[in-house]
């Protein structure tokens, strides 16, 4: 068969893996809500616990404490695991974080009573937030390079660019839905964001679960990519996975540092706003995302400048190269 010829999702052995790409996409969209919905959670304790800006950066922490603790397991299990069970097991951690937030919530209701402090309560939440971030690493390893082999090599970094598209998407979405339950009140007007905070990410669970199922029947091939560069003749022994793991060898793309972007815009957002002015809470009330309209219509530029950056990848590429080359293009 003529590589030229080829689609973008069909492997050189002649399989179509468009759904498989489908599937692997979702990855990107469920870790965008749930970087999301963290900034809003922030902004929620602060209010209800009655933290100041510098406590409730525990949030953060717990979150990207997350994925310091399994960013080197994550790449070594992933090898040993393969795609597909790599995956799974990455989403049933996050379904177990998100499960986790019935009983912290729990936790939490036992605050009004005495029956706990506050900062007992800060901590059970946090550490769901810590569990979930783990499970978001192994996705975040296994699929930014997974999709840059679902096809032929030619098209990789468009593949790349075009499921980290996704994540725009889910970072609309992410504080919305975050708001509406965190910042929910009853017909009184009284908060009830502390009884419902466990609903989305019960939600993201739930979800999570229903993707491993599909991920466990559909087929996802663990596709090895030929050492170009054999680095792996030039490791020493036993040492070619610390080198450079097979799943950032996959196509040649550079890596993004799992949760690398998302710390650094959700630390800038929340910490050098003035105080006020990043009141997510309020800006719910009456449809009030729409007073961020110019915040809001820079994330759908951005979703939009991907799509039209994935079209220009593929196809208005170098001449008789068509595409960006996957070995120098950066995905993100």
Not at 126 to 140: Q, R
Not at 251 to 272: F, K, S, Y
Not at 294 to 323: D, E, K, Q, T
Request: charged letters at 15%.
């Amino acid at each position: 068969m003529n590589n030229d010829k080829k689609g973008l999702f069909i492997t050189d052995d002649g399989q179509n893996l468009t759904f498989t790409f489908i599937l692997v996409s979702s990855l990107f969209f469920v870790w965008a809500v749930c970087n999301g919905m963290i900034d809003v959670m922030d902004k929620h304790f602060q209010e209800e616990l009655h933290l100041s800006k510098s406590q409730s950066a525990w949030v953060q922490f717990a979150h990207y404490l997350g994925y310091f603790l399994m960013s080197m397991p994550a790449g070594w299990l992933a090898t040993k695991l393969g795609y597909k069970r790599g995956i799974i097991a990455g989403l049933l951690l996050v379904a177990m974080g998100g499960f986790w937030f019935i009983p912290a919530t729990s936790i939490n209701a036992m605050v009004h009573t005495g029956g706990v402090s506050p900062n007992m309560a800060f901590v059970a939440f946090l550490a769901g937030v810590c569990v979930i971030a783990t499970g978001l690493t192994f996705l975040e390893t296994i699929a930014n390079p997974y999709t840059t082999v679902l096809g032929t090599k030619r098209y990789a970094a468009t593949r790349i660019n075009l499921a980290q598209s996704c994540n725009g998407v889910g970072w609309i979405f992410g504080p919305i839905i975050g708001s509406v339950y965190f910042y929910s009140k009853n017909e009184a007007g009284q908060s009830t964001g502390s009884q419902n905070l466990y609903i989305p990410y019960v939600a993201v669970a739930a979800a999570a679960i229903g993707i491993a199922v599909i991920f466990y029947f559909a087929n996802v091939p663990d596709i090895k990519a030929p050492d170009d560069y054999r680095l792996d003749d030039a490791a020493p022994d036993g040492l070619e996975d610390v080198v450079e793991p097979v799943f950032q060898r996959q196509g040649r793309v550079p890596r993004r540092e799992p949760g690398a972007d998302e710390a650094n815009g959700q630390l800038h957002g929340e910490r050098m706003q003035p105080r006020g002015a990043y009141d997510i809470g309020r800006q719910v009330e009456l449809y009030g995302l729409l007073r961020h309209r110019v915040g809001a219509a820079a994330i759908v530029a951005l979703v939009v400048g991907r799509y039209a950056r994935h079209w220009l990848s593929s196809a208005h590429g170098p001449r008789g190269r068509p595409g960006l080359d996957p070995r120098t293009a950066a995905p993100f």
